[in-house]
């Protein structure tokens, strides 16, 4: 495995070309054109107005098989909407004097600095792929035809989009087809990404195609004919002028999306630590320590994001065993301390899990991570179980105010967590982490029965 190799998001490159904008945005407007404009209001005003636009506009949805046209296309674009947003503003402040030809020379050099960072982060990309073989993914193709031809072309013969193709799997002749032995080649090779052409498979096929992808964290996409997908939302993409479609659509996989998010549990988790846990621990700290011998907090080994091991904590809740880390609290757990069934009745005990969303490594909402035993027994048994890891565990989810928290006592519980979990992943927003967040306080408040 090369050494540059990225992972499957390039995470940080939107947020820092946000940033860069805005500066140049801010920098040109406050220090040369508009020197006698109050500062903070300025920055305020285009702050908001260029975020707004962007996400409108689409500007920063370039990806690496974006070509250079489409890429001025959304310059231009922005271009013209920023500068009726600057006419605005001048309207609305005529007092500052703000005329017409200062508005174009603004946004003319704007955009022309723009324009040259973006293009050349775009081919530093491109050189970084072709000549150190950095951030690459690894495809094959299921089908063998002129479309798949197509495609297998326009990655072999366009390195600087950072795709290395590795092999193509021919389903003609479809009954005979041993589609595992494709399927533990795909995992032997640490494949990234499947690409498949519909008319090559069948119905049970593409079934089970799906399943595999979304039980062992790979990517899936189509290249699109008249057969019917099974999917309820489908992203449509090109790589040159090769229709793709994807499977999935997930929202925290956009960069602007996971800054949105991790800034906010940062903020979050910030203020119960400060407010809450900085007077509480003690307190609880006393009460376990009374009670029953052993540390006050529990450390426990769980899978996170991309199915990687992270030290998951709470308030101790039992006196020390053994089973702890095989084991769920049931009903009527004779290993639960009395501060214990309290803590655990009213979720207190899940508060320091907040220093693991400062860290990183988990989310405020999102799935509920599961023991490493439990993770490795239901990504066998249930269905598109790997799907959650596509994105953080969270202290709460959706699944948990749903009415799936707690013990899973039936295979029931698990499908019914999976499918909330599921849900949540692809209609993420901050108003819908909101609204979660709330429920999981009133239920707190009122006591759940699940919470043993």
């Known amino acids: 495995m090369s050494l540059f190799k990225h992972g499957r998001y390039s995470g940080y490159l939107r947020p820092i070309s946000y940033l860069i904008d805005l500066s140049i945005i801010n920098g040109f407007a406050l220090l040369y054109f508009f020197k006698n404009i109050d500062p903070f209001v300025f920055v305020a005003f285009s702050t908001i107005s260029w975020v707004t636009l962007s996400v409108y506009s689409n500007f920063y949805e370039v990806y690496r098989y974006t070509r250079e046209v489409k890429i001025l296309s959304l310059t231009l674009t922005q271009?013209?909407?920023?500068?009726?947003?600057?006419?605005?503003?001048?309207?609305?402040?005529?007092?500052?004097?703000?005329?017409?030809?200062?508005?174009?020379?603004?946004?003319?050099?704007v955009f022309l600095c723009i324009s040259f960072f973006k293009l050349t982060v775009y081919y530093l990309l491109q050189k970084y792929r072709i000549s150190f073989g950095g951030n690459f993914r690894k495809t094959v193709i299921f089908g063998d035809n002129k479309k798949t031809h197509a495609l297998e072309n326009f990655f072999n013969k366009n390195p600087e989009y950072g795709y290395v193709h590795v092999k193509t799997f021919c389903f003609k002749d479809k009954k005979d087809t041993n589609i595992e032995t494709y399927f533990e080649y795909i995992k032997d090779a640490e494949i990234d990404e499947i690409y498949c052409s519909i008319s090559e498979l069948t119905n049970s096929q593409i079934s089970e195609i799906v399943d595999f992808a979304d039980n062992n964290l790979k990517i899936l996409k189509f290249l699109p004919d008249n057969k019917e997908?099974?999917?309820?939302?489908?992203?449509?993409?090109y790589y040159d002028y090769i229709p793709i479609l994807s499977l999935r659509d997930i929202p925290?996989?956009?960069?602007?999306?996971?800054?949105?998010?991790?800034?906010?549990?940062?903020?979050?988790?910030?203020?119960?630590?400060?407010?809450?846990?900085?007077?509480?621990?003690?307190?609880?700290?006393?009460?376990?320590?009374?009670?029953?011998?052993?540390?006050?907090?529990?450390?426990?080994?769980?899978?996170?994001?991309?199915?990687?091991?992270?030290?998951?904590?709470?308030?101790?809740?039992?006196?020390?065993?053994?089973?702890?880390?095989?084991?769920?609290?049931?009903?009527?757990?004779?290993?639960?301390?009395?501060?214990?069934?309290?803590?655990?009745?009213?979720s207190i005990d899940e508060l320091p899990q907040f220093f693991n969303v400062l860290f990183g490594d988990m989310s405020v909402v999102g799935p509920r991570p599961h023991m490493v035993s439990h993770t490795n027994i239901y990504a066998k048994k249930i269905d598109k179980f790997m799907v959650r890891h596509f994105v953080k565990p969270g202290i709460t989810g959706l699944a948990q105010v749903s009415g799936f928290r707690g013990e899973i006592e039936t295979d029931k519980d698990i499908i019914g967590r999976v499918k909330y979990d599921i849900f949540y992943i692809e209609n993420w927003s901050i108003l819908l982490d909101l609204k979660i967040i709330t429920q999981t306080f009133v239920n707190a408040v009122k006591g759940e029965d699940k919470a043993y």
Request: charged content about 20%.
């Open 229 to 237: 997908i099974y999917s309820k939302k489908l992203k449509y993409e």
């Open 252 to 346: 925290l996989e956009d960069s602007f999306n996971m800054v949105v998010k991790r800034i906010f549990d940062i903020f979050f988790s910030s203020l119960v630590i400060i407010f809450i846990l900085s007077w509480l621990t003690p307190i609880i700290a006393i009460l376990i320590k009374i009670e029953s011998k052993g540390p006050v907090f529990f450390k426990q080994s769980r899978n996170g994001f991309n199915y990687k091991e992270f030290d998951c904590y709470k308030f101790r809740s039992m006196t020390p065993n053994k089973d702890a880390h095989l084991f769920q609290a049931t009903r009527g757990d004779q290993r639960i301390t009395k501060i214990g069934k309290f803590i655990r009745k009213t």
């Open 79 to 109: 271009m013209v909407l920023f500068t009726l947003i600057m006419f605005s503003f001048s309207g609305y402040y005529p007092d500052l004097n703000i005329y017409p030809p200062t508005i174009f020379k603004y946004i003319i050099a």
